[in-house]
């Protein structure tokens, strides 16, 4: 078999490896595989929104976000598309609570627009939101929705309109590491001087190719729509925001929800976690749903009474979380050419236009454009040894 030469190959085409790939690709031969043929929904970038947000809890995340944005808007300028639309975000949590207190003070370390808003404020502003006695609301302004399927494919139009190559459709099945690493697919064999592993909840498997096991929990998570019992209630034309609601209590349950848009007099409420499970059997244990869907149910039904609690729509999609929830953004321990990032826990989309930036300066060797300390393999030993 004819074997295929490129400066860098990424493995997995998701928004991280495509925006890499991207980066890549400006200044020489990339190569970037995907084992299903695009777009696919099997994941964890497709659906047509994510929330992009100033308002962070940890300063290392609040630090990139202003090239997030810079990056963003770029790539609507460069694939002469809109991909961000501005709604704001309220951070809905009790004002005892860490995380809440963080965020807060992050967005005004950093001089974001922002609002705290009193509950005669929030009642007049947000009529058809009950807030429990003690939860207070603060507003990032700068917060909206990024089209992410729109966005994916612009990155890979993008890529390829730099010179970059695409191979769908082919699983990558054995990586030889080495000077030049060999990666064989189901379809072919390619070589390349770095290579970067970009495979969402499927890493470990690939990672297990190179010897190495990372301390990531792949969850099945339940994307709900819910009716809104008169429509218009929670739209985006009627100036409805974006929101978190931080329950770090007994029950420990994050609630988020994006305003009725994407599908007309629908509104997206997620639980920000779900349950193990294997991608491949993701759809596999519908009943494992249910749990989930109730909490929501109580949730809105308490929070949200303009809303119908029975789910109008489901969708599944996948998180892989690290133990802290922080990123992985690293060289392999034995073999420098081989970079990974993974682990972006349920919160990653928002960043792909800086990961994409720091795992392409990994690869070439350069210093990376941001402290990575946070995002290194060496905190799960560390730990583990202590
Ligand atoms: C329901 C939900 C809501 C979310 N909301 C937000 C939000 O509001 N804001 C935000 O910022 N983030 C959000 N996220 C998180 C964000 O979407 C993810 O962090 C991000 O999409 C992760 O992208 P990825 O490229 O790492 O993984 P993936 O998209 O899973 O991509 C990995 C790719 O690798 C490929 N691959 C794997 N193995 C192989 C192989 N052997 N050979 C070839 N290819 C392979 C896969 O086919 C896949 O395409 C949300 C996630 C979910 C699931």
Redesign the pocket.
């Known amino acids: 078999m004819v074997v295929s030469d490129f400066d860098a190959i990424v493995?997995?085409?998701?928004?991280?490896?495509?925006y890499a790939a991207y980066h890549l690709s400006k200044t020489s031969k990339a190569l970037l595989?995907?084992?299903?043929a695009?777009p696919?929904s099997?994941?964890?970038?497709?659906?047509q929104?994510?929330?992009?947000r100033k308002a962070y809890s940890k300063a290392c995340y609040a630090h990139m976000m202003t090239e997030c944005y810079q990056q963003w808007k770029q790539l609507e300028a460069e694939g002469n598309i809109e991909l961000f639309r501005e709604t704001g975000l309220l951070v809905l949590g009790e004002e005892v609570d860490p995380t809440f207190q963080n965020m807060k003070k992050t967005l005004i370390d950093n001089k974001v627009p922002m609002a705290t808003l009193t509950s005669a404020d929030f009642s007049k502003s947000f009529p058809a939101v009950k807030l429990p006695k003690g939860v207070s609301a603060i507003l990032d302004k700068t917060a909206g929705i990024?089209q992410?399927d729109r966005a994916l494919k612009t990155v890979q139009d993008l890529f390829r309109r730099f010179g970059g190559t695409i191979r769908d459709g082919?699983?990558?099945?054995e990586i030889q590491p080495g000077y030049w690493v060999t990666v064989t697919?189901t379809l072919g064999i390619y070589r390349a001087k770095s290579l970067v592993i970009?495979?969402?909840?499927?890493?470990n498997?690939?990672l297990n190719l190179v010897g190495l096991q990372l301390p990531l929990k792949t969850r099945r998570?339940i994307?709900c729509y819910w009716k809104e019992k008169v429509p218009g209630t929670y739209g985006i034309s009627k100036g409805f925001p974006c929101f978190i609601r931080i329950n770090s209590g007994p029950t420990l349950h994050d609630f988020?929800g994006?305003p009725s848009n994407e599908y007309p007099g629908l509104v997206k409420v997620?639980h920000h976690d779900g349950n193990n499970a294997d991608?491949d059997e993701r759809d596999i244990n519908f009943h494992l749903s249910s749990q989930d869907v109730n909490l929501l149910s109580d949730f809105l039904s308490k929070e949200f009474p303009g809303l119908d609690p029975r789910p109008a729509v489901i969708e599944y999609?996948?998180?892989?979380n690290t133990p802290d929830h922080d990123f992985i953004l690293d060289h392999h321990p034995d073999h420098g050419n081989i970079i990974i990032?993974?682990g972006?826990?349920?919160?990653?989309?928002?960043?792909?236009p800086v990961v994409g930036k720091v795992l392409s300066e990994l690869c070439f060797g350069n210093k990376p454009s941001y402290d990575l300390s946070p995002f290194k393999i060496n905190r799960f030993w560390l730990k583990s040894s202590l």
Do not use: N
């Not at 595989?33 to 299903?36: A, C, L, T």
């Open positions: 493995i997995g085409a998701g928004i991280q490896g495509s595989i995907d084992q299903f695009l696919h099997r994941g964890s970038s497709h659906g929104s994510r929330i992009i990024l992410a082919e699983k990558v099945v697919t970009t495979a969402g909840p499927w890493t498997e690939l998570i994307v988020y994006l997620c991608p999609c996948m998180y892989t990032g993974a972006f826990s349920g919160h990653g989309f928002k960043f792909a």
